[in-house]
């Protein structure tokens, strides 16, 4: 397994997130778990401070995920209705 721990990438005003453990992905593939069964035990849910721009995160085997807030580009600074709005 490679080091280093996955990243997670939230937008600016992301409250919650949902992601898969990279690691586990991988410790599931040479293991040869089905696809299905790899990604239930990958899943890694949660809630980050709306004031956080960096925290950390477990997935249920122990590995470690950094999160991280990006910036909106400029280009998208200002909302428009016709982009897709996650909540």
Not at 5 to 16: D, G, K
Request: contains cysteine.
């Amino acid at each position: 397994m490679s080091g280093g721990a996955t990243t997670v990438w939230l937008s600016p005003s992301a409250t919650n997130y949902a992601c898969l453990c990279e690691a586990c992905l991988e410790q599931a593939r040479l293991a040869g778990v089905l696809f299905a069964d790899a990604l239930m035990r990958a899943s890694v849910r949660g809630s980050i401070a709306s004031e956080a721009t960096v925290a950390t995160a477990r997935c249920a085997a122990g590995h470690e995920l950094t999160l991280r807030r990006v910036e909106r580009p400029p280009t998208l600074a200002r909302h428009d209705e016709k982009q897709l709005q996650l909540t």
